[in-house]
């Protein structure tokens, strides 16, 4: 699974969504966003780990022998380069712009003896494994609350509020894609009774600490989303995510969907050991490709629901919608995002 640039969860939210049969449309439709999204703005918005390959400069471009264009392969960072099979060392070469990342050029320091070679053969002759992609900010995202294996393919964590089913995580040096979340114990009951009015939205429990605003709580069959934290009280939603407003009794269990499914030493990494407490971070792409990544997963389930065929209007006045809103978002992504560049000339 490829790390998606809105979450399962984000997508629920903003619909509001009163049912979880349909998590399997919310997932296509949230990998088909990003794929739209990484092909409209010529560049991915991930850190990927690889080993990319390029000819020699000047055999198809008129580029400077001392330059390499990287076009589509921008760089985060650098671990080795190699030219006609000779390292080419760090402090030998320059990565521009020289303001920061995404590196879309290399440039051999003059002061060096380092060139660039063809060996056998200009194509493919210089081998570059870094990180690639337009950006490797990060959130933190609390920890881990138990050791793991290299194989183990679920985690837990403390704070599942942080993190949602598409998202990029990391670990040490390892990332991993979130492909899914599941119930844990909290360890902790209901410190009294809760009735079945919507307005009644304090839930006591035993250490408010241990509980996070915007988390999904689960007590009997009804799902509650932490609105507030007040000491030891919960200020909540109460029936969401197409659970059913009902009544709770003193000691009912809490659960917390902390436990996540993941897809192990993700784009390029190495899954290793992990102890108990150590710090996940969490991927943050740009705010405008976040929020156009939700807005096309929301317009094709609206669209789906609609046998692609919504109408707004009525009578001599109906007329297909056409998601004015969406395509606003769509120009500002572009204009700000997207890399027109897509050759050496």
């Known amino acids: 699974m490829r790390p998606t640039y809105c979450s399962r969860e984000d997508v629920m939210s903003a619909l509001d969504s009163k049912t979880t049969s349909n998590i399997d449309a919310i997932d296509r439709a949230i990998v088909a966003a990003s794929d739209a999204i990484d092909g409209a703005m010529h560049r991915i918005f991930y850190p990927s780990r690889e080993t990319r390959y390029f000819d020699y400069p000047n ?200 436990l996540l499914t993941v897809e192990r030493g993700s784009v390029g990494t190495t899954a290793a050991l992990h102890s108990n407490g150590a710090a996940i971070y969490r991927h943050t792409p740009p705010g405008l490709i976040q929020e156009l990544c939700l807005a096309e997963a929301i317009n094709t389930l609206e669209q789906q629901s609609s046998g692609y065929a919504r109408v707004i209007g009525s009578g001599d006045n109906q007329r297909e919608a056409p998601g004015r809103g969406l395509n606003d978002i769509r120009s500002q992504a572009e204009a700000v995002y997207r890399r027109y560049r897509t050759a050496a000339i």
Not at 96 to 101: D, T
Not at 160 to 185: F, M
Not at 236 to 255: C, E, F, I, P, T
Request: glycine share 12%; hydrophobic share 40%; aromatic share 6%.
């Open 59 to 258: 055999y198809y471009s008129r580029s400077r022998t001392g330059e390499l264009w990287l076009d589509d392969s921008e760089l985060l960072s650098v671990e080795t380069i190699t030219s006609g099979g000779v390292e080419i060392l760090a402090g030998s070469y320059f990565l521009y712009p020289s303001n920061g990342k995404p590196y879309n050029r290399l440039a051999l320091n003059r002061a060096t003896s380092a060139s660039f070679t063809s060996g056998s053969t200009a194509q493919r002759s210089i081998v570059i494994t870094g990180v690639y992609g337009y950006t490797d900010a990060e959130t933190a995202a609390g920890a881990l609350t138990a050791g793991m294996d290299a194989v183990q393919t679920t985690i837990q964590v403390s704070d599942s509020s942080a993190i949602g089913v598409g998202n990029l995580i990391r670990v040490g040096s390892e990332r991993l894609v979130v492909t899914g979340k599941s119930l844990l114990d909290s360890g902790q009951q209901l410190q009294g009774s809760l009735g079945t009015q919507n307005n009644a939205v304090t839930v006591p429990v035993e250490d408010g600490s241990g509980f996070h605003v915007g988390e999904v709580i689960l007590i009997g069959a009804e799902r509650m989303l932490i609105l507030d934290i007040a000491g030891d009280d919960l200020i909540v939603k109460r029936a969401v995510q197409g659970s059913v407003l009902n009544s709770h009794a003193l000691n009912d269990v809490v659960y917390v969907p902390r």
